[in-house]
């Protein structure tokens, strides 16, 4: 089982950028592909983006694609979400999440992931 923590959240305005960052607990971290999920008021959770174990295969909602950039770092048990040009339509709470296996974007964009952080505010003002 792993233990997700979210950070880096808070206010910015639009075109600005912000990066957030999952701390996760766990020895096996280095064997869970990780993701990111966001959920806006009103809406349902939504996939965001996803990296696999490894960190070679990154996968991307289209709606962050080019603006949006995945990364982790196995040695520190961390994976972040680089947000540039950010919108008022990102205001969500993001959620870092992690699989067992790697199942691809399509996959995780429908059935989610096994285990969830509690979530972080990112708020995008105009």
């Known amino acids: 089982q792993v233990q997700l923590a979210e950070s880096g959240g808070g206010l910015v305005q639009v075109g600005g950028s912000l990066r957030l960052s999952c701390a996760a607990s766990?020895?096996?971290?280095?064997?869970?592909?990780m993701g990111w999920f966001r959920q806006a008021p009103g809406k349902e959770r939504q996939f965001v983006s996803a990296?696999?174990?490894?960190?070679?295969?990154?996968s991307y909602a289209e709606s962050v694609k080019g603006r949006f950039t995945v990364s982790r770092d196995n040695a520190k048990n961390t994976v972040d979400l680089q947000m540039n040009s950010l919108k008022p339509e990102d205001t969500a709470v993001y959620y870092c999440?992690?699989?067992?296996?790697?199942?691809?974007?399509?996959?995780?964009?429908?059935?989610?992931?096994?285990?969830w952080g509690k979530g972080i505010l990112v708020t995008v003002s105009s």
């Open positions: 990296i696999s174990a490894s960190g070679v295969i990154t």
């Open positions: 766990g020895r096996t971290f280095s064997s869970y592909a």
């Open positions: 999440a992690a699989h067992s296996k790697w199942k691809g974007g399509s996959y995780y964009y429908t059935n989610g992931m096994d285990y």
